[in-house]
């Protein structure tokens, strides 16, 4: 059985994707480039990003699906497996932990990941917010949805 290129993967998945019955997320093409997308995530509900509008760069690799697509966040957010720069340290986009998966998969672990941080993997962990998410979750709540409330939009 022949293998569908890349970009034939990518458009079906985005479709896919885009007609998902999960409101959080949509995403869209960048420049026409099948292999640059920006996506909209709706914070889920019950976490301090719930309702706001977050910005997301994906950039899928000429092998995909074979290699894990890169996705950072554009808008700031305060999560302990997200740096200052919007890098995900997530295990499910390192490469040597890839597992092939569509983007509607993709998307919602990373929204489960959103409504509980992988946070007892040095590796995988922005140090001092997963101290904090695992001793104060309080006070992480409290600081991420100020943080969320200053540089994510507001959904409908």
């Given amino acids: 059985m022949a293998r569908r290129p890349a970009s034939s993967l990518i458009k079906t998945d985005l479709r896919c994707l885009n007609m998902d019955l999960s409101p959080n997320i949509t995403a869209v093409t960048v420049d026409d480039d099948i292999f640059r997308c920006e996506a909209t995530l709706i914070g889920p509900v019950n976490t301090p990003y719930e309702g706001r509008v977050f910005k997301l760069k994906v950039t899928f690799p000429p092998d995909y699906p074979r290699s894990p697509p890169k996705v950072i966040f554009?808008?700031?957010?305060?999560?302990?497996?997200?740096?200052?720069?919007?890098?995900?340290?997530?295990?499910?986009?390192?490469?040597?932990?890839?597992?092939?998966?569509?983007?509607?998969?993709?998307?919602?672990?990373?929204?489960?990941?959103?409504?509980?941080?992988?946070?007892?993997?040095?590796?995988?962990?922005?140090?001092?917010?997963?101290?904090?998410?695992?001793?104060?979750?309080?006070?992480?709540?409290?600081?991420?949805?100020?943080?969320?409330?200053?540089?994510?939009?507001?959904?409908?």
């Avoid at 997963?130 to 006070?139: E, H």
Wanted: hydrophobic share 35%.
């Fill in 74 to 156: 554009i808008t700031r957010i305060c999560h302990p497996n997200v740096s200052d720069n919007g890098g995900i340290y997530l295990k499910v986009l390192r490469r040597d932990s890839w597992s092939p998966m569509s983007i509607v998969k993709l998307f919602k672990e990373l929204v489960e990941k959103l409504i509980e941080p992988e946070v007892n993997d040095e590796g995988q962990t922005i140090e001092y917010l997963a101290n904090l998410y695992k001793s104060d979750r309080r006070r992480f709540e409290a600081m991420a949805r100020e943080m969320t409330n200053k540089y994510a939009g507001r959904g409908n």
